[in-house]
C-alpha cells in the first residue's frame, strides 16, 4: 500500500487519541471523526482513488456507488468517480432508509454500498436492503475505515459475531483501525482519574 493511512489520519485529526465515551458507553483511548479525513476534497480524492484501486483489482464490475447518508455520501461520491460509476445516496425518512430524490436502480445493475467507516456494517445492511427491493444486486462492500468487527479483503481474519455484512460479498478498505474498548468499570484511563469525553456524531 502506498498511502500510510493512519498517518493520514492522524495528520488531519480524524484519529484522535484521549479518552472517549463511544456511543455504546463503552470507554476507549482512541477515537475516529471519519468525517475530518473527507473535509479535504484533494485527500478525499487520493484515498477514493486508493479504494477503487483495491476494487479494480478484483475485476468486479460496479455500475453504481450507493452510499447510506449522511455519512457515506462523500466518500461514495469519490469512489464512484475513481470508479467510472454512478453516484446515488439512500436515506431516512421515518426512520426507514429509503431511496428518494428520482434516484432508480434497475435489474441487472451491479451496486457497491460504501461508508465512510463500517463498525458492524448495520447502515451498510439497510442501504443494501433498500437496492434490493428496488430490483439491482448488491455485489460489494466498501469503507475508507474498518474497525475491524467486519474482515475486509486481504486479510486472513475471519469476521467478528457483531458484523452483520453477510460473508459471501466482498468488503474493500484502506485500513482496520481496531481499538481497545473498555467496559465502563473496567477501564484502565477512568481508573487514572482521566475525564472521558463525548466526541461529535461519528
Ligand atoms: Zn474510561
Do not use: W
Not at 493512519?6 to 475516529?32: M, P, R, T, V, W
Not at 484501486?53 to 462523500?74: H, Y
Not at 430524490?101 to 439497510?126: W, Y
Not at 466482498?170 to 484502565?188: G, M, R, T, V
Amino acid at each position: 500500500m502506498s498511502l500510510n493511512i493512519e498517518q493520514i489520519y492522524k495528520d488531519c485529526d480524524a484519529l484522535l487519541e484521549g479518552h472517549f465515551i463511544l456511543s455504546s458507553g463503552n470507554h476507549s483511548a482512541k477515537y475516529l471523526q471519519s468525517a475530518k479525513v473527507l473535509e479535504d476534497p484533494k485527500r478525499a480524492e487520493r484515498l477514493c482513488k486508493e479504494l477503487a484501486k483495491l476494487i479494480k483489482q478484483s475485476g468486479l464490475q460496479i455500475d453504481t456507488v450507493c452510499a447510506p447518508a449522511l455519512g457515506g455520501v462523500i466518500a461514495g461520491y469519490e469512489l464512484a468517480r475513481a470508479l467510472g460509476a454512478r453516484s446515488i445516496f439512500v436515506e431516512r425518512k421515518d426512520g426507514l432508509m429509503s431511496l428518494r430524490r428520482g434516484f432508480e436502480v434497475s435489474e441487472g445493475e451491479n451496486i457497491l454500498i460504501c461508508e465512510d467507516i463500517i463498525t458492524t456494517g448495520g447502515s451498510a445492511m439497510e442501504a443494501a436492503a433498500v437496492i434490493e427491493r428496488n430490483g439491482a444486486r448488491v455485489v460489494a462492500f466498501a469503507a475508507l475505515a474498518n474497525r475491524g468487527f467486519c474482515a475486509k479483503v486481504g486479510d486472513n481474519a475471519t469476521a467478528k459475531p457483531e458484523c452483520k455484512l453477510p460473508a459471501d460479498k466482498p468488503l474493500f478498505a484502506l485500513k482496520n483501525f481496531e481499538f481497545e474498548i473498555y467496559n465502563l468499570n473496567d477501564c484502565p484511563l477512568c481508573k487514572e482519574g482521566l475525564a472521558a469525553i463525548k466526541p461529535g456524531s461519528r
